[in-house]
């Protein structure tokens, strides 16, 4: 009862922490308008102020997490990330929206490593994938909270509100931001109180034992054949659905007319719709097609969704309709999420135990960096090609366009690799199983 306690505490942290990082896509409009930003500046709001240093902090705090309490390493992180969500309402130009933004992604860090660290440590093996499994709810429930979020109080206090609060004028959008900021505090506290770290010395002087990064890249240089097309071409498929986040809003309301409000409730509803059954469908076609000994299968259904999704995007670019933009948007949602069970399982079934933790936070990096670049290029895409705001009408779907038709490309080249591949487990029973029919054929 007490691991899933932390499980569940785990996933609320989560889920708080995707209402943080993405509250800021359902109020890309009033922002803009009231710090008077263009979309390349809101660009390098959603991705580089936040992603960057998110991915330079990811390693080293895993590191931390091997060392150190990671009940308070969770807690402590909770608890100022939701201070910097706080200090983005009260953000007056750009350089200090910056500045917040970056301490969210620099503290939201703190999170998965200790997380992944921790709940290992506290259920068995044949139980460690359900509890996973309720965790990895959290970050579909959690932009599900932040569209609605913002949807919901833009309904009720308007969009172009101002509003005064200790003595000084607010606008609608600040208000948000200290909203979604405020439940962070409490569950900080609740677990520094509930939660202890199970971590006996034994096992910190086993963790900090464990081999140094550089073993890690040799291992990743000497399987690159596998490696190298699953750390390019899973982000690629994983990106549609970030930047289709960070930019639907804005999408939405300059394509389809939609209010700031309307846009939140339904992105809301679709990520949580379409987010869920992509990676719960993934999920099912990589086992259905493990049990039927398809090596390659991770990779296989990764390709099938880069190209549906590929499809789609190609038929709104070139057969333009009104309802195009909510296929696009919900087609890459559905088809992204379908990058979570597949990378997964590469990882759980190639690499080592004991490099696992850091290949997962390498290709965390990897997603986050890739991510930040296509974010931020959206905006300068809009302001210097497509001629203004209304460019993101093309500029979206072609940079998903080119990510799908990118990842099936890259994971095309790996599939064979991995097809081909046989772990020391499989080798070692290869070998029992070979002398056992030995045994018999000389009975």
């Keep these: 009862m007490y691991a899933w306690t932390v499980v569940g505490l785990s996933a609320l942290t989560y889920i708080l922490s995707n209402i943080d990082r993405q509250i800021i896509a359902a109020l890309v409009a009033p922002i803009e308008r009231d710090l008077s930003l263009t979309d390349t500046q809101f660009g390098a709001l959603t991705g580089l102020a936040y992603s960057l240093f998110y991915a330079a902090l990811c390693i080293p705090i895993a590191a931390l997490s091997d060392r150190f309490s990671r009940s308070m390493i969770i807690s402590s992180g909770l608890a100022v990330w939701s201070a910097a969500t706080a200090a983005c309402g009260l953000a007056t130009s750009f350089a200090q929206l910056f500045v917040a933004r970056a301490l969210v992604g620099i503290h939201e860090s703190a999170l998965l490593p200790a997380v992944f660290s921790l709940v290992g440590d506290l259920f068995p093996r044949g139980k460690l994938g359900r509890a996973m499994g309720v965790f990895f709810l959290a970050p579909f429930l959690g932009s599900t909270a932040a569209f609605l979020l913002g949807g919901a109080v833009f309904h009720w206090l308007g969009e172009n509100g101002s509003y005064e609060l200790f003595g000084r004028q607010f606008h609608t959008w600040q208000l948000i931001f200290m909203l979604a900021a405020a439940p962070g505090f409490l569950l900080a506290l609740v677990i520094a109180a509930i939660v202890r770290d199970p971590r006996s010395k034994s096992a910190k002087a086993t963790k900090l034992a464990l081999p140094p990064f550089r073993e890690v890249l040799h291992y990743l240089q000497g399987q690159r054949g596998i490696f190298l097309p699953f750390m390019i071409g899973f982000p690629l498929l994983a990106q549609p659905l970030y930047v289709t986040l960070a930019w639907a809003s804005a999408y939405l309301i300059r ?78 949602i559905f088809f992204a999420c379908f990058s979570l069970a597949p990378s997964a399982a590469v990882i759980q079934s190639v690499a080592p135990s004991q490099y696992r933790s850091r290949i997962s936070a390498l290709f965390l990096v990897i997603n986050l960096l890739v991510f930040t670049a296509f974010s931020f290029l959206i905006g300068v895409m809009n302001d210097r090609v497509f001629g203004g705001p209304k460019g993101i009408k093309f500029s979206l779907p072609l940079f998903i366009l080119c990510s799908a ?35 018999r054929s000389r009975n």
């Design 255 to 332: 394509t389809q007319g939609f209010s700031s409000a309307r846009a939140g409730l339904w992105l809301g509803s679709t990520s949580l719709v379409a987010g869920c059954g992509g990676a719960l469908i993934a999920g099912f076609l990589v086992d259905a097609l493990a049990a039927r000994r398809h090596a390659a299968a991770p990779f296989d259904v990764g390709i099938v969704a880069a190209l549906f999704m590929a499809l789609i995007m190609a038929v709104a670019l070139l057969v333009p309709f009104n309802d195009a933009p909510f296929l696009v948007v919900a087609g890459a």
């Design 405 to 439: 038709v990118g990842s099936a490309f890259v994971l095309l080249r790996g599939r064979k690799a991995l097809a081909g591949y046989h772990s020391p487990v499989d080798v070692a029973a290869a070998v029992v199983n070979h002398t056992a029919e030995m045994s």
